[in-house]
């Protein structure tokens, strides 16, 4: 990337009060390729010779995702690291939506988790952090040793279904779509104050391109970018994984429920029966204290 990319940034008072949320921010403004952006990341418990948890979140979240998780990671004496992609939570957000691609997001992932030299790592993902992270370990086959999937997939150019196609044409046909609405439609436990934390990021339609693009970036034709990555990092976790996994699948989720989360767990090699949260949505994380105490549980940690 030769210039830094036409970018907003929220404003740091919309993230004031966040409920349970007691985590400083951490910023990293020069990753290879990104040079001029700003990626927000949270980093909390010891910072050698702990298990690393790196919690990835989707569309249209952002780290805030996991605050049910992160307080029993740290708890169990582990380190947690979850980073806000490019155009989601307190990152900065280039403003053209043709800048969001599958290899933008991947490749600051991969230019991340060289910067922190991240080892001994847990995958923790859901949505779009799977169909991302679930990419990595083919690369650093020794820096990942657990995975905990929730809600997500592996791209690999298959036609989603008519409900995902639905959701698709409707953010590319609404570019000020109401974030928080969505999140307390699809999750109805979530109390007002935390709707207005998964609003925070997004002060108008400047703000969200990246919101816009997501769905349209998800690999439902063989000739979508990232579909070799995607049947690439198939073979890794079907043939070559060696580490412990922990399935859990919110059973209320109409596109990446129990069918598909199923048919990827026919793919990870060795992945144990789920933990099926019976309450839980697309967001399953909203029900997240208990799935962590369950996957620390079955890791031994």
Known sequence: MTRTLDHVRTPDDRFADLPDWPYQPHYIDDLPGYEGLRLHYVDDGPKTGAPVFLCLHGEPSWAFLYRKMIPVFLEAGARVVAPDFFGFGRSDKPVADADYTFHFHRNMLKAFL??????????VCQDWGGL????LPMDYPNRFTRLLVMNTSIGVGRPAGDGFNAWRDYVANTPDFNVG????RSTPIITEAEVAAYDAPFPGPEFKAGVRRFPALVQTDPAMEGVDTGLAAVKLWKEDWQ?????????????LGPPAMHGLRQLIRNCPAPMEVAEGGHFV????????????KSFGL
């Open 114 to 123: 060289e910067r922190m030299d991240l080892r001994d790592v847990c995958l």
């Open 132 to 135: 991302l992270g679930l990419t």
């Open 181 to 184: 609405g969505l999140m307390k």
């Open 243 to 255: 580490g412990d996994s922990f399935m859990a699948i919110g059973m209320q989720d109409p596109v």
């Open 285 to 296: 994380q909203e029900w997240g204290e208990d799935i962590a105490r369950a996957a620390l």
